[in-house]
């Protein structure tokens, strides 16, 4: 069963994503650091660490949100990094950082849906995306999309979050994520469905080994899963 933001929509799961985004957007790097106690910073740091010795020179960031994943990757110096996402709002946010920093000359935020790519075939040095996989509509699609625009050799690295498994680790996050994290999220954000949608998505996501099978199904060769803080995130590694 495919989980939607708001359920009592008849929209579909992409149109509701986008929906929820664009309610969130102004409050979503401040309680995304808050409900991570700024971990995420440092997870999309080793993240980027692993694509140093590529020295992509064309990046793609997927579902890029406000940029912080795409602003992470100038540490690899590259010349060009183009960030997607279906939220004008989080783009209108990340065209905002983008611009104090600077850095609008390298990093480019378009709309766009990151299950129908508009660019050629072997186009990016390195595909990346952080926390965005989940909420695809297809993951297959969106996966086999961005190895599409991947060229040979090049890396794609996915960040996201997954399911502790040992105790009492897993207890702990579980009662965080379903207890603390929505209200918490309701509270700042003023939506009460984007922070229940959450939790209920990383449950509902195919992480590690199960993840791997996919992404080898859509194209990706020399997989393998770093799992990042006991399990609360992961980060997954495919070569074309």
């Known amino acids: 069963m495919t989980v939607l933001p708001y359920k009592e929509q008849e929209a579909s799961k992409k149109e509701q994503v ?3 985004f664009n309610n969130i957007s102004h409050k979503y790097d401040f309680l995304n650091h808050l409900l991570s106690g700024g971990i995420d910073i440092l997870w999309r740091k080793k993240a980027i660490k692993l694509l140093k010795a590529a020295q992509p020179k064309n990046i793609l960031d997927i579902a ?3 940029g912080d994943f795409a602003i992470e990757a100038l540490a690899l110096k590259p010349e060009k990094i183009v960030g997607v996402d279906i939220s ?17 000359n390298i990093i480019e935020m378009q709309l766009g849906d990151s299950e129908r790519l508009l ?4 186009t990016f040095d390195a595909v990346i995306v952080s926390f965005g996989v989940r909420n ?3 993951l297959e699609k969106g996966l086999t999309d961005m190895c599409r625009v991947l060229k040979p050799g ?26 603390i994290l929505p209200v918490i999220g309701n509270m700042v954000s003023k939506d009460s469905s984007a922070y229940t949608y959450l939790p209920e998505s990383v449950q509902a996501f195919p992480d590690g ?12 060769t020399k997989t393998q899963c770093l799992p990042l803080t006991f ?6 590694i495919g070569k074309k």
Request: glycine share 10%.
């Open 136 to 138: 695809f509509e297809n």
């Open 18 to 20: 986008a929906q929820m």
């Open 154 to 179: 090049g890396t794609c690295i996915v960040l996201e979050f997954s399911k502790p498994k040992s105790f009492p680790f897993k207890q702990i996050y579980n009662f965080y994520f379903k207890y």
């Open 64 to 66: 890029t949100g406000t």
């Open 119 to 122: 660019f050629e075939d072997n």
């Open 88 to 104: 004008e709002g989080m783009l209108n946010v990340g065209k905002e950082k983008i611009k104090k920093l600077g850095v609008d």
């Open 231 to 236: 399990g609360i995130s992961t980060i997954y």
């Open 209 to 220: 080994e199960n993840f791997l099978k996919v992404y080898h199904k859509a194209g990706f």
